[in-house]
């Protein structure tokens, strides 16, 4: 008997030890997966919007109310819309930074044109004028948890790449690594740029390791956004 008690004493130890890295792990995967689905699907009616009007650059998207609901009845034609919130925060949620110990932030603003896809996936649909980017912000699992930027939540960016269409994360010139990391906090939002490294490894590395300036710069530069465009450097 004690022999028994002292084996399922270690396993119990073992399974302590071991359980969060599994449940991290299990996490990021399907916050990887989510962002791809996501992904995807955001790509392909923005590949359907750009054969009738062209790059989102010249949809004449100025910040208003009336043109983010232009651009959103432009792009809910091609997705399977579960809610439309319009102008209304959804639930009220609050997001965090990737950064840990960081406040909350409103991402979901009630000046963006806020919905939900059939799958629960949240997206908001806004504009960053002075470079003519209609930005989005979308929360691959919705109302789930743990509504942080880098892991479930991220910006992306309506742009063009050789005269086609395609998204990117929403970083411009300026934006450095340490505004994806969780050990470094920004003035800025940490974590908003982390969608760049996503797209341009299919990983979430940086949820792991610090990612040094020199491979952050080497990785994501072809995805970065010129200054006063839409088109990537």
């Not at 912000?137 to 109302?143: A, E, K, Q, S, Y």
């Not at 490294?197 to 590395?205: E, K, L, Q, R, Y």
Request: hydrophobic share 40%; aromatic share 12%; charged share 20%.
């Amino acid at each position: 008997m004690a022999e028994v008690l002292i084996t399922l004493g270690i396993l119990g130890v073992v399974i302590a030890m071991t359980l969060p890295s599994l449940i991290s792990k299990h996490n990021e995967k399907v916050w990887l997966t989510r962002f791809k689905k996501v992904y995807t699907t955001l790509y392909q009616a923005y590949n359907r919007v750009y054969i009738d009007y062209g790059p989102a650059k010249d949809w004449g998207i100025d910040g208003s109310k009336e043109s983010l609901e232009r651009a959103y009845k432009m792009l809910s034609k091609y997705l399977n819309v579960g809610v439309e919130y319009g102008f209304e925060r959804p639930h009220n949620i609050m997001h965090r930074d990737l950064y840990p110990g960081s406040g909350t932030i409103w991402l979901f603003k009630n000046t963006a044109y806020n919905f939900t896809l059939s799958d629960g996936a949240m997206i908001g649909i806004t504009t960053e004028v002075q470079n003519n980017l209609v930005t989005l912000v979308v929360d691959v699992n919705g109302l789930k948890g743990p509504n942080v930027l880098g892991k479930d939540t991220f910006w992306l960016s309506l742009t063009s790449k050789n005269n086609a269409p395609f998204i990117s994360g929403y970083a411009l010139w300026w934006m450095d690594y340490q505004l994806c990391s969780t050990e470094i906090q920004s003035g800025w939002y940490s974590g908003g740029p982390c969608s760049l490294w996503v797209i341009a490894t299919d990983n979430m590395d940086y949820l792991h390791r610090e990612i040094s300036i020199d491979e952050w710069q080497k990785t994501i530069r072809p995805l970065i956004i010129k200054m006063g465009d839409d088109e990537l450097k």
